[in-house]
């Protein structure tokens, strides 16, 4: 089980197609929450060269750099960070580590026709097809993405109807659901 | 049912009590789970004079200013943070919105003698007294919070032993665990 955390083509506010900025704060909490359920490569996707300058520093910065030593649970975290230049270089990356075709599951808070919900999900999760989950930052994967995709999730549902869940605690909570969400263990 | 993030007393990687600074994004992604899940106040807790100004300027900004036309959605989980210099004076919040005395959960990744668990928890919440869910920045509550408080909740396990979620990440998963963790609805 593989993630992706798409910059380019996401959409703005008006829906228009742009390469959103990498955020600092995505890199370590999706790293540290893929870490947490098992879940590598955490592909960062961007083709914009300054970007992947600035992904390639954090990287440095906290796996080989200063911060590991001042922190090496960072360290294994954000080591499961592969730069890729677009979504189909991470499939291609997928298809080698695994020699197998991946499933994509792309993930939106405001999925139209979702065609995938959390047994399905956990389902896929235990599948012997390695499985590529697929986040957009700014305000989403572009309609070409989720199109192609081979599975569109469910989006979270809350209990009012606000779906304005951060990309970091999104793919937490989808996370969280796919692995352990059930857990109704006492302590 | 509330929410508090504490910036003092919490602990550095060393242990030692110290206060916290201010993340922007941890109002941002807190708010909005909270919003999500309809929890409500979400007390952003610290004594500190300086941090105090950031967290009004930053509540001022997306609720009464630029950012509230920019984006309603943000305004309205922002909408829900209320400033206080410490855990007690929350309290005393929650006691005078309800008139009732509040049970306090504190949480850790760390937590050595948990006693309450995610069934548990979930029925503090549909309790008819309020419960106050408390969170620690830097490296956790001071040990004295978590003595102090009516319920220790279990840690969030992942499927590794590795336990190093952000404190965005934990609450996320946390609220989502509460109060629809365990939609196993397909769609």
Redesign the interface.
């Known amino acids: 089980m593989a993630l992706a955390l798409i910059h380019h083509p996401v959409v703005d506010?008006n829906g228009k197609t742009i390469a959103g900025a990498v955020t600092n704060?995505d890199l370590?909490?999706i790293a540290?929450?893929a870490?947490?359920?098992?879940v590598e490569p955490f592909y960062v996707v961007t083709p914009l060269e300054d970007q992947q300058h600035l992904v390639t520093e954090i990287i440095d910065h906290w796996v080989t750099g200063v911060g590991a030593r001042y922190?090496p649970?960072?360290r294994?975290?954000l080591a499961l960070i592969r730069l890729q230049p677009s979504l189909q270089a991470a499939l291609e990356d997928v298809r080698a580590r695994w020699q197998a075709q991946p499933q994509t599951v792309v993930t939106s808070a405001r999925m139209a026709e979702?065609?995938?919900?959390?047994?399905?999900l956990r389902r896929l999760a235990a599948d012997d097809r390695p499985v590529l989950l697929v986040f957009g930052t700014a305000w989403g994967l572009a309609p070409e993405l989720i199109q192609a995709a081979d599975y569109r999730l469910?989006p979270?549902?809350?209990?009012?109807g606000?779906?304005?869940?951060?990309v970091?605690?999104a793919?937490?909570?989808i996370l969280?659901?796919m692995?352990?969400?059930?857990?109704?263990?006492?302590?």
Chains 1, 2 share one sequence.
Do not use: P
């Open positions: 506010k704060l370590h909490d540290r929450a870490k947490t359920y098992g922190n649970d960072r294994d975290a979702s065609d995938l919900g959390w047994d399905g469910a979270i549902v809350g209990r009012n606000y779906n304005h869940l951060s970091r605690s793919v937490s909570i969280d659901r692995f352990t969400g059930c857990a109704g263990d006492e302590g």
